[in-house]
């Protein structure tokens, strides 16, 4: 990776974009007990065509319609919100939607949901 890759999905590609830095690892997959997929369990997620394009993150994957999703809306809708679990780290989240965790559940063939990482959350210690 160059000093400016950065993943939008933790586990994702990296983009070669100094846009990106601001987006690094902002969105997550989570699994039924909300624990975060990693690429080694959902290997899927390196194969996604990410960019970011007029304020969305645009989601590409081979056979699937494209995702777009907005950078920086979070939801102001606490029952949104999730505990997500990242390694053994609690980390606060915002749930992404039906149509996104369906997309993703396609795509990688498991019961999943896109989560972005609540803005007011700390630095989350990411496992190597």
């Not at 690094?24 to 065509?49: K, T, Y």
């Not at 995702?67 to 609690?90: M, N």
Request: net charge negative; with cysteine.
């Amino acid at each position: 990776m160059t000093p400016y890759d950065a993943q939008p999905i933790a586990g994702s590609k990296g983009l070669p974009d100094a846009d990106a830095q601001a987006y690094d690892r902002r969105w997550l997959v989570v699994d039924g007990q909300s624990h975060w997929l990693n690429r080694d369990q959902a290997p899927r997620l390196g194969e996604l065509d990410l960019s970011l394009r007029f304020g969305y993150l645009v989601v590409r994957a081979p056979g699937m319609l494209r995702l777009d999703i907005p950078l920086d809306v979070i939801e102001d809708d606490d029952s949104v919100e999730r505990t997500v679990r990242v390694g053994g780290q609690a980390v606060r989240a915002v749930d992404e939607g039906d149509l996104a965790a369906a997309w993703f559940a396609e795509w990688l063939g498991v019961p999943c949901r896109l989560m972005k990482v609540h803005p007011d959350m700390a630095d989350i210690a990411w496992p190597l």
